[in-house]
């Protein structure tokens, strides 16, 4: 029998150390490139807090889900067939991490929606592989075309409606506003989702 519960234990601890440096850089420089496009007051706050609400939103989705993914399939049921597969877990948890420390140093809205269809699209990939196998796969396949769904609708709505007005501040804070708030329903659609499993 292997001991999958120290390495799990391990990966968990890093892959939370990298969710925390990017939450940490994106407070440091927030939306840097939104600064010069966007005037100083509630505008420019509603799209950082915006912002960082859906990072944050999708950085717990993923920190709550990698731990109890990782602690269900290795931990309580891992049998040592499952060492080839709890080392692609581990890459792509490798590949979130990155992912989201990009989508934390974006420059401004179009750039962060950029990174975070890259993201969508290798959670993706990564339900596509677990799909068959477990409910995990079945139920992330799920809310991760969703979500990409919704990111992909936030950036098209971004460059019809934002791109062509004088004064594009007051729709990008309703856009992000919008995201933050669809982010936050899926965090919370998955958090009680995961709470069931045993």
Not at 66 to 79: K, M, P
Not at 99 to 118: G, Q
Not at 122 to 141: D, H, V
Request: a positive charge.
């Amino acid at each position: 029998m292997l001991n999958f519960a120290d390495p799990v234990r391990a990966v968990l601890a890093i892959f939370g150390v990298v969710v925390g440096v990017a939450l940490e850089f994106f407070i440091r420089k927030p939306l840097e490139g939104e600064e010069k496009n966007l005037p100083k007051g509630l505008v420019r706050d509603v799209v950082y807090f915006s912002a960082f609400t859906a990072l944050v939103s999708l950085a717990l989705r993923f920190v709550i889900g990698s731990e109890i993914h990782l602690n269900h399939t290795y931990v309580a049921h891992g049998t040592p067939e499952d060492y080839l597969k709890f080392l692609r877990d581990i890459c792509f948890l490798v590949l979130f991490g990155a992912l989201l420390v990009k989508v934390a140093l974006s420059k401004d809205l179009r750039e962060f929606t950029s990174w975070l269809i890259k993201f969508f699209l290798a959670c993706i990939a990564w339900s596509l592989i677990e799909c068959p196998k477990t409910e995990f796969g079945r139920w992330w396949l799920g809310l991760n075309l969703l979500q990409l769904v919704i990111t992909l609708a936030f950036g098209g709505l971004m460059k019809w409606f934002v791109d062509k007005k004088t004064n594009p501040g007051p729709y990008k804070a309703i856009l992000a506003a919008l995201l933050a708030a669809f982010y936050f329903a899926i965090f919370s659609f998955d958090l009680r989702k995961l709470m069931e499993i045993r």
